[in-house]
């Protein structure tokens, strides 16, 4: 066993990563064609590339979660064979997942030593032994991780350092941060790069997946970029942000959205003391009050998780604990059903498009009325008007550039893109007096991204009044009108999109704006 | 490694935590008030006049306790007063938003239990026999704390177990032909862990192997398993009951001078082997689940099985082992029934105590003890029902009989708290 090495902080062994020809196919969809990729130790090498480009399930066929049908995996020029998860640990793979691999009612102790439990006697946990291991490798980064706390009590930052806690724990010597940063504040996101360059500067193999090119350039020594699950080529960090993206989708990107001045219409939307509590007790949305103008985008930035999703839901009507008040132009929204919310003229994105905003096995047609299924022009006398909903959708289709063979396709076989855009084609062909957008371009192609923006943009300019959740700095700061950022459930404050982004970061961790700025300054 | 890089703690942070605010809930209030009220609806409408006579202690005891004359309607409704005490104090409480301790709701439920044996127990020349009522509770909980046991292990890891009861079945009709064959108690006992355990396989088989809904499997092999003992109670073992339907039991070992103490003696310490092992699986169960590696990697396999998977545990092997080992505890279960109980098989006799089980494992919280203390409980409830009828209660029987049933509604329903499952349980793991 591995775990008999020693201390890992003495004779490192430093291993090479070389992945030959990895091929790996779901049915008909090539996922990784032919992939190779050299990682040497005390180095850190970035994977790039889109969502679905092929990063994840490469670092599964590594891991071992994937059978590879093509191909080998070399450790120091040694051919591996993996079966599975344990034995790619045990060859000193240690790997961060993207959703934390961890119980979240056992505490921090039992999730490191979880598969390699030290025991006294016959089978009985030693807890003691994998405290001191917690506490050990916690001290020698600063991490501050109590090992008796329950993971499902700690913040995300800290369960991912739990999780880097685990790989070290079993001596990794090739860790692989799998999209690491996606649920961290800008501040965290610093840390774990200093984490990330202390670990190569110890002479471990680092693979970084992402599709951040602002981290990319900060912290990869070599880049390479995968696109539609081929490495297409390496860079160096000192590419530029245009050429990395242009590279990664593969043609010239527009990366800034065009959008003139708010022209701002009197009315819109105002929110007063929202106040929505959860199951148990937790105040997700807490005391929040804001308003947006006809014309203007007001974009809710902070870290997922810090009330930003109950926030919307509840301006719909699908929060039951709701106190305080939601206008539209005057009218009350808050009490009433969701069917009557949307009559009002409310256009919601949902955040989970697959399992909120769509039924997958209905067509792209049926999923265009489902919110209009109560009446004419597609429903008569409780029959329904096929021709009217065909002719719809192909005109919908055709409008929002929804990439399907047929409208008679399922939406679950669409790509993220695409079914982002069909759910926006059925909220926006409403007469709309509100449009409330939760993570619109999430797990999106960035040629969808492009789209999404324009449309967004294109409502506000039609003097409606949009709310746009995001938890990508970018993306805020590219579409807003106006930054409100959440923490915890509050509002830290509502500031314009000019603030600059260091400001936005440590607003997002909670820090009133007018400290922010002296922070930063 | 060099020297430490200085990273800094996690940001400085304006406040930590999303606000929590105190939910009130009116439950135990309303169910502590509905009961006192229709008790005092009873004892106003049906008074009983006479004494009641509660017996305590049984002839060798150390010493003799007098049986205990009390009279009736009075003790009925001072036992009222309480529990009317108990319940404006939970509603006075939950007002100002505290909650009210346990053990007063448990005063409670003792106090309207006495009073309501105080009531029915009036007049009658017989006395009615505390150490009958408890050693009888005890009984007929031991099939409900084995399936209770199985249920938490089976679901620990992840697998619903619906099937309990099947198993149960399986065991006592096993233990039944087995014991009777063989003669001997202690193979009866064995064959039915057998038994128990292939139930467990095909359960397993299909969940795990084949990920078909856990519910509906389980469901399925009761069925499957009512529907071929019957089968073979009738073509095999009526024909021929000498031979193949007529165990001996096992006997009861007590304890030297542990048995002879008042009360307690008789009731916990002079059973069979059978009860003591319970009371043995029950501690090794939960310092298993609790102490041990086999028992982090089964409740791991149960919370996030893919998490346990990226450290190398092998899902459907834990998961296989933890069925199996429930099938074992669950089919010895049955075995009580045949070896223990009575000395024959007969059609459907667990009647429904695996779905009793499957209550008390959820009304413990997936907890090995609690989930034993709440089978004594469901036991305790049967049993009820034919102490009261010994001394001429005017309770219908029928009514007598929905308790344990009632009880296990109100207790499922959540007047124990928040009861959470295990996160994983009932999804099969399908490997990417």
């Not at chain 1, 989970?352 to 004419?376: C, K, Q, W, Y």
């Amino acid at each position: 066993m591995r775990d008999q090495r020693g201390d890992p902080a003495e004779g490192k062994a430093h291993m090479r990563l070389e992945l030959r020809g990895i091929t790996k196919r779901f049915g008909a969809l090539v996922a990784n064609d032919h992939i190779d990729l050299v990682v040497e130790p005390g180095e850190i090498h970035s994977l790039l590339g889109e969502n679905g480009a092929g990063k994840s399930t490469l670092m599964n066929v590594l891991y071992g979660l994937y059978e590879a049908d093509e191909g080998e995996i070399l450790l120091d020029g040694v051919v591996q064979n993996f079966s599975g998860p344990g034995d790619a640990m045990a060859a000193g793979i240690g790997m961060v997942h993207q959703h934390f691999m961890l119980v979240p009612v056992f505490t921090v102790a039992e999730n490191v030593m979880l598969g390699h439990e030290q025991v006294k006697g016959a089978g009985v946990l030693d807890l003691d032994a994998a405290r001191a291991r917690v506490r050990e490798i916690s001290a020698r980064f600063g991490f501050h991780v109590d090992p008796d706390a329950l993971v499902e009590d700690l913040p995300v930052g800290v369960q991912q350092r739990v999780e880097i806690i685990k790989a070290l724990s079993r001596n990794a010597d090739i860790l692989v941060f799998d999209e690491p940063t996606a649920v961290l504040t800008p501040q965290e996101t610093d840390e774990l790069m200093g984490i990330m360059r202390q670990l190569r500067d110890d002479g471990a193999a680092i693979v970084f997946i992402t599709h951040k090119l602002r981290e990319v350039r900060e912290v990869a020594d070599r880049i390479s970029v995968v696109r539609l699950g081929k490495v297409v080529g390496e860079a160096s960090p000192t590419a530029t942000d245009a050429e990395l993206a242009s590279l990664m989708v593969g043609r010239a990107v527009e990366l800034t959205v065009h959008k003139g001045a708010p022209v701002l219409a009197g009315s819109g939307l105002d929110v007063e003391h929202l106040t929505v509590t959860g199951p148990g007790g937790a105040v997700l949305v807490d005391d929040v009050s804001f308003s947006v103008k006809g014309g203007e985008v007001l974009v809710v930035a902070g870290v997922q998780g810090n009330g930003q999703t109950e926030l919307t839901e509840a301006l719909v009507g699908l929060q039951e604990s709701v106190t305080g008040s939601v206008r539209l132009e005057g009218v009350e929204l808050v009490g009433r059903s969701v069917r009557s919310v949307l009559d009002v003229g409310v256009g919601f994105v949902p955040e989970d498009r697959t399992h909120d905003g769509l039924v997958g096995e209905f067509t792209i047609a049926e999923n265009l009325m489902l919110d209009r299924s109560d009446g004419p022009p597609f429903v008569r006398r409780g029959a329904l008007q096929l021709a009217e909903r065909d002719q719809f959708a192909r005109e919908k289709v055709a409008e929002f550039d929804v990439r399907t063979p047929s409208i008679e396709t399922r939406v679950g076989r669409l790509s993220g893109g695409n079914q982002q855009k069909v759910v926006l084609a059925r909220e926006l062909s409403r007469d709309l007096r509100l449009l409330v957008a939760a993570q619109p371009t999430r797990g999106v192609d960035v040629g969808s991204i492009e789209f999404i923006h324009k449309r967004v943009v294109a409502t506000r300019d039609a003097g409606v009044p949009v709310v746009v959740v995001s938890t990508e700095l970018d993306e805020a700061v590219a579409l807003a009108d106006r930054i409100m950022v959440m923490y915890r459930g509050r509002v830290v404050g509502i500031v314009p999109a000019t603030t600059p982004r260091d400001v936005l970061g440590l607003m997002m961790a909670g820090i009133s704006p007018e400290d922010a700025e002296g922070d930063a300054a | 490694m060099s020297a430490t890089i200085d990273v800094p703690s996690a940001a400085p942070q304006a406040s930590a935590e999303v606000r929590h605010v105190t939910q009130v809930t009116w439950k135990t209030t309303l169910v502590l008030g509905v009961v006192t009220v229709l008790y005092g609806v009873l004892l106003l409408l049906a008074p009983h006049e006479g004494d009641s006579r509660f017996a305590l202690s049984n002839a060798g005891d150390f010493f003799t306790i007098p049986v205990v004359v009390v009279p009736a309607m009075a003790t009925a409704w001072v036992c009222f007063v309480i529990a009317a005490i108990v319940t404006t104090a939970s509603a006075w409480l939950t007002r100002s938003a505290r909650r009210l301790p346990a053990w007063a709701v448990a005063l409670a439920a003792v106090v309207l239990l006495v009073g309501f044996l105080a009531w029915a127990a009036a007049g009658s020349p017989r006395d009615l026999s505390v150490v009958g009522l408890l050693g009888g509770a005890v009984l007929l909980s031991v099939p409900i704390v084995y399936g209770a046991l199985g249920g938490v292990l089976c679901e620990r890891a992840g697998v619903v177990n619906i099937a309990i009861e099947g198993q149960l079945l399986a065991g006592a009709f096993t233990a039944a032909i087995v014991g009777s064959i063989t003669d001997s108690p202690y193979v009866g006992a064995f064959a039915a862990v057998l038994a128990g355990v292939l139930v467990g396989a095909v359960l397993g088989l299909f969940t795990i192997t084949y990920h078909v809904n856990q519910v509906i499997v389980g469901v399925v092999l009761n069925v499957l398993v009512i529907g071929l003992t019957s089968f073979l109670y009738s073509q095999l073992l009526v024909p021929q009951t000498e031979a193949l339907n007529a165990t001996t039991r096992f006997t009861r070992i007590g304890i030297p001078f542990l048995e002879r103490i008042p009360v307690i003696g008789p009731v916990l310490f002079d059973q069979t082997i059978i009860v003591y092992l319970m009371v043995v699986a029950v501690a090794v169960v939960w310092f298993a689940l609790f102490r041990t590696r086999w028992g982090l990697r089964t409740r791991a396999v149960g919370e996030h099985p893919l998490a346990a998977d990226t450290v190398g545990i092998d899902v459907v092997r834990t998961r296989y082992r933890a069925v199996l080992w429930a099938g074992a505890v669950a089919g010895l279960g049955g075995a009580f029934y045949t070896v223990v109980s009575i000395n024959q098989f007969g059609k459907e006799m667990t009647a429904g105590a695996g779905f009793i089980a499957l209550a008390a494992v959820i009304f413990g919280k997936w907890n090995p003890v609690r989930a034993a203390l709440a089978g004594l409980l469901f036991g305790f409830a049967s049993n009820l029902q034919s102490v009261l009828s010994v001394v001429g209660s005017p309770v219908p029987s029928q009514f007598m009989l929905m308790v344990p049933y009632v009880v296990t509604i109100l207790a499922v329903a959540g007047l124990v708290g928040r009861s959470r499952p295990p996160a994983a349980e009932g999804v099969p793991y399908v490997k990417g």
